[in-house]
């Protein structure tokens, strides 16, 4: 699989990547051998780069990734986790040194390592992303050996674009994919000129991309597409990119038509990620190995037309933008 470096890291990841929050919970049940058959087919299939957090049900996604780490040491992977969300409350004032150590140790132990490859803040109240003394706490993590380097996860075009500003931060995670494009506009030039890596989560808009989703489909009471569509929980933004579930059912029938022979309308929506200019790795959950075979995939298609992406455009501008442009 094709590889890029990820931006400060200076560590070269796959194109596709696995996002393991399905591994974790809120996606409904995943078993913890079905978990582990999805994290080796993905790196069978060439997948290097791992996400996961601290919070993805409650450290079983960072214990599972450990124990891939254990059993596959020498497949050079790259794991990013994420802190942050265990704050309690999750205000500005709770970003200490600290609290960063405390949730750092709890990390390594989960992953079984002493140093961490990457640790992103992991949505964090905007004015964390201002704070020098954030970044210093974060810095001096890095001198101590408890992590190797760090990024930031964000909601906000603006809060991309805050922390690519500081000199040390190695990467940005924000939402991008065929419905939510207004990070093209000024966050990926920005990444790609301060040499920063972009990793781009919720790439499939939490399933709806699949083109495999209609109105009367329904899912499990604990999967965050049940209970957060209106943002209950977290920012509704995680869930379905953002977009009404009924507009974006027909948006995605609409992408699915455009689907090439051979490939799925999955593998479209992701090549259609890894030909942005500026992305480095893209995130894709699975929740069985087939998808993480599938997934990986994408890798291999050819880049999409000139005719692809401006029927792709024309269906943003038409059915998506005036739902999600103006809000993040």
């Not at 083109?211 to 929980?233: I, L, M, P, Y």
């Not at 953002?242 to 995605?252: E, R």
């Amino acid at each position: 699989m094709e590889t890029r470096v990820l931006g400060r890291t200076a560590r070269p990841v796959s194109v596709i990547g696995l996002g393991c929050w399905q591994l974790g919970a809120d996606w409904g049940d995943v078993a913890e051998e079905q978990a582990s058959a999805i994290l080796d087919a993905a790196v069978d299939a060439g997948v290097t780069f791992l996400d996961t957090a601290d919070v993805y049900g409650d450290g079983r996604s960072e214990k599972l990734v450990g124990e891939l780490l254990r059993r596959r040491p020498d497949a050079g992977l790259t794991v990013a986790t994420k802190m942050g969300r265990r704050a309690n409350p999750h205000v500005p004032e709770a970003f200490t040194p600290d609290a960063f150590r405390a949730w750092n140790d709890r990390s390594r132990e989960n992953l079984g390592v002493d140093t961490l490859d990457l640790v992103q803040l992991h949505c964090p109240p905007t004015p964390v992303y201002s704070s020098d003394a954030v970044y210093d706490a974060l810095d001096a993590m890095v001198a101590e050996g408890r992590i190797a380097a760090y990024g930031v996860s964000v909601e906000t075009v603006d809060e991309a674009l805050t922390a690519i500003a500081r000199p040390n931060v190695a990467s940005v995670q924000i939402i991008l994919n065929a419905f939510r494009r207004k990070p093209l506009e000024e966050v990926l030039p920005a990444a790609a000129e301060a040499g920063v890596g972009i990793i781009a989560r919720v790439p499939l808009a939490s399933g709806l991309l699949t083109g495999k989703f209609g109105a009367s489909t329904t899912f499990a009471e604990n999967d965050h597409r049940t209970f957060n569509r209106q943002g209950e929980a977290f920012d509704v933004g995680e869930t379905f990119a953002g977009v009404p579930y009924d507009v974006g059912v027909a948006a995605a029938q609409e992408v699915a038509a455009l689907t090439p022979e051979g490939a799925t309308t999955a593998q479209l929506a992701l090549r259609w990620i890894v030909d942005q200019p500026g992305v480095t790795t893209v995130i894709p959950g699975a929740s069985r190995p087939d998808q993480a075979r599938a997934n990986a995939a994408a890798a291999d298609l050819a880049p999409l037309t000139e005719e692809q992406q401006a029927a792709l455009q024309r269906i943003y501008d038409e059915r998506i933008r005036e739902h999600v442009h103006g809000r993040w």
